[in-house]
């Protein structure tokens, strides 16, 4: 806040004392005074954050953003990311994108004030989570082919036909580069050879739009581990088949989704979308 205009800081104090108040008419009035002059202002844990304002529209919830569910489709494929850390991965990733595909390119900036001449963005205030943060971009698509690509992922050829080949079986709904096949009791899973599968993994995961509208991923799944095991057997669960391609031309840099996130958030997200997932798709002992 210190780098605030004094007229902006005093807006500030005054919308702090609304919501300590609670008045949130005020609050929101405040600022909305404040957004007038070009700063925009988010509460977070230490407070009241202040942010000139960027050269783009930012959303504050991901219900602002475009919901195209309805139409019916445009094109063929759209690569879709989510910049919620690490923007030199990303710039990377649509990079390699661009340069080996003609895809359509659409990210997510979830609070990361990432912006690229070379890829439709989408911009949120705050990272609203992986299983959210998905669906939104889902909903904005109007592709026959939604296929997420982990910024870890580097392009060095043409990644993208084969896994939309891939839906030319009319029963596939979720194809990618990696998957997994699962134990009988499910508590063990090895990587699959390719063809059918038990389970894409997310680093290169591709779905029919209008399977996965019908069945997009489940709204608690905040952080990407097990979540898109999770989301492949409820895709398989409501009809269709998961497929995984011969190997892609692509490099795989740092995953930083997970060695570089707090391992205590990590582990209990984590655990808790597994134990879900077990309670939904684990077959009763006879």
């Known amino acids: 806040m210190t780098d605030a205009p004094p007229e902006v800081a005093a807006l500030a104090g005054r919308r702090a004392a609304a919501r300590a108040a609670k008045d949130y008419a ?126 870890s992922m580097e392009l060095t050829g043409d990644a993208v036909a084969p896994v939309v080949r891939a839906f030319d079986d009319p029963e596939v709904v979720v194809a990618g580069g990696w998957g997994v096949t699962a134990s009988a009791d499910m508590t063990e899973f090895t ?35 097990n979540a898109d095991i999770e989301w492949s057997y409820a895709l398989r669960r409501a009809g269709g088949k998961a497929v995984m391609t011969e190997p892609l031309p692509v490099t795989r840099h740092r995953h930083r989704g997970y060695h570089d996130s707090d391992p205590a958030y990590r582990d209990k997200e984590s655990k808790r979308t597994y134990d879900r997932f077990l309670q939904a798709f684990r077959q009763p002992r006879p």
């Not at 030199?88 to 895809?103: E, G, L, N, P």
């Not at 050879?193 to 894409?200: L, N, R, T």
């Not at 029919?208 to 019908?214: K, W």
């Open 26 to 151: 005020a609050s929101d009035a405040l600022r909305d005074e404040i957004a007038a002059l070009g700063w925009t202002v988010r509460d977070s844990a230490d407070g009241q954050v202040l942010a000139q304002k960027p050269p783009y529209d930012v959303s504050e919830r991901v219900t602002d953003l475009p919901d195209h569910s309805a139409s019916e489709d445009t094109r063929d494929v759209t690569v879709a990311i989510v910049a919620d850390g690490w923007p030199d991965d990303v710039r990377r990733c649509v990079a390699s994108v661009r340069a080996h595909t003609h895809a359509h390119v659409l990210v997510l900036d979830a609070g990361l004030g990432y912006d690229d001449p070379d890829a439709e963005v989408l911009h949120l205030v705050t990272d609203p989570g992986w299983a959210a943060a998905r669906t939104a971009l889902l909903r904005a698509d109007t592709a026959r082919i939604h296929l997420t690509l982990d910024p």
């Open 191 to 225: 990587d699959a050879e390719p063809g059918d599968v038990d389970a894409v993994l997310g680093y290169l995961f591709a779905v029919r739009r209008s399977a996965a509208l019908a069945t997009p991923p489940h709204p608690k799944a905040r952080f990407y581990r």
